[in-house]
């Protein structure tokens, strides 16, 4: 799978996927996406850490940025009208916080955050339909980077944290 998400393909679906990796149907992919039991964590830190150990030059950069994804119902967890920056306006969409790691040899994701706003953590009903554990709740969004920051900051050294304004302010940011 992570072959043919790497590949430049038109559409991405398990189809495609399967396709472009020499699979002979999706079923294996599907198997995987929705029914594979596996720790979603602890496969994010063992991928972050080695692709830390590939990719430190000594010089790292640590990125704090938020993406949008529009959505077309509020079904989707943390799907709410709101600004996410790349759809150019307030709509109905999903934000997450990410923090990447870049160097000279090359960048990659190594945590990340859904943000909530306000009204959809408050709302138990909306929370307990979608699944969403108890331990989630409303935080800003430079607190979800200084959280990924913290966590990061036990195993990584960088030189520099960039971020756009979102992730700037008056307060100093404090990690341990």
Known sequence: MTRGMLMELEDVNCWSLAEAIGERGPHRLHHLLSHAVWDQETVLELVAARAVDLLDDGDGVLIADGTGDAKSSTDAVGAARQYPGSVGGVDLCQVAVHLTFATTV???????????????????????????????????????????????????????FLGDEVYGGREPWCLP
């Open 106 to 160: 090359g960048h990659c994701l190594i945590d990340r955050r859904l943000y909530f706003t306000k009204e959809w953590a408050a709302d138990e009903e909306r929370r307990e339909l979608t699944g969403v554990p108890d331990g989630f709740c409303f935080a800003i969004k430079p607190q979800l980077a200084a959280d990924m920051l913290r966590a990061a900051s036990q195993g990584i050294s960088a030189s520099f």
